[in-house]
């Protein structure tokens, strides 16, 4: 039976471009087996027997679909479950349920970070140094059904609640935040702190940059354009991701990196609410044209990305990081907004606005340069402290500045 649909596909031709946007990663006519959900979560519990010491499963806020299926996330740390300030870093597959080779890049890097440390000396100073948080499958009901939607029919990277608008046919939600998958990845974004983000799709190969919701062509683009593009090109420049030859190719590309507006404008997605509403610094990146049909295909999709995201993950630790304290709160003083000032005070305030964690934790990711930092509590009685002249030097060391907090 397997065998009669391959050939029936093979007789009526593919298209030969599956965009992201029409229905994603093309027809999963397939020798390779990919997981289903349920073989996502059993993964994911063995790893966790495997790596007891370095990894931890998380739910991913209520943690369940539509249809009740589980959806979580593996940390991936020497400090699994406690984080300790270190730069945290959330890598997210399965958005849509059609796109499954980004559950397979999920599943294949957890097993290469896993396996590799304490082998590896890259790997291992990554997991020490990094918290790192997984999510392989974000809409498992959609990866069941191998469908971009989930259960009731919504695009969940059109859901989210920045420049959120309704659409006619309701696969964007009746409300921004309306489906379980978006809200669970809205509460567990809350409860955990990330500074740099990137999800996977498939239908092209390219690295989207926010915004999507309009274009850089219409002069909407980020305050901190040029922070968000270079951490874009340090994912898109290392390793083999640009000799892809399926690389999308458009004048409005830069070394594999596409402003989402320019590529074609949608609204609620992922990255521009990351981005905006929770300070994570979040890109979208394509890594097939299409789901591969072989065991070969899917790890050669695996070894186009594997650089990229060791450099993408190894780069989130560039910037400013410390512990806000008070005479009262000692340990720490949690939800600091930490805002960068450009310009000497006279410039914009930037985009990404960081809050410390439970600890008091904060770290900022930044390029070179002098940079007033703004910490602040509303509400809280506490004064802001605002400290100039914090200088992050050329060759992109991680900065160390500590913070306390007085009353007036
Ligand atoms: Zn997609």
Known sequence: ????????????????????????????????????????????????????????????????????????????????????????????????????????????????????????????????????????????DGLAAKRRYNSRGVDLNRNFSFAWEYDTGGSHGSEALSEPESKAMESFSQSNVFHLSATFHSGAVLLNMPFDYDSEKDSVKPVENTLVRSFGKAYTMEGTFLNNPDLYQSIDMEDGVINGGNWYEISGSLQDWSYKETGCLDVTIEVARRNPSTEAGVQEVFEYNRKSLLAYIKKAGYGVHGQVTSATEPDGVKDVEVTVVYNNGAGDIGDIVVKTDSKGYYHRILLHGNYKIIFSKSGSGYSDNIISGVSVPTDLSLIEQNVTLTTP
């Open 1 to 140: 039976m397997k065998r009669l649909v391959l050939i029936l596909l093979l007789l009526i031709q593919l298209p030969v471009f599956f965009s992201c946007s029409d229905g994603g990663g093309g027809t999963p006519a397939s020798s390779y087996d990919y997981h289903t959900p349920e073989e996502v979560l059993a993964f994911l519990d063995e790893v966790r027997l495997q790596y007891p010491l370095i990894t931890a499963l998380e739910s991913v806020g209520t943690g369940l679909s539509v249809d009740g299926r589980p959806i979580r996330a593996i940390v991936i740390s020497d400090n699994p479950g406690t984080p300790k300030g270190e730069p945290a870093i959330r890598l997210t597959g399965g958005i849509h349920g059609s796109e499954m080779i980004s559950v397979e890049l999920m599943i294949r890097f957890i097993e290469y970070l896993t396996y590799n440390y304490d082998k590896d000396a890259e790997v291992t100073d990554l997991v020490n140094k990094r918290y790192i948080v997984i999510i392989p499958v974000l809409n498992p």
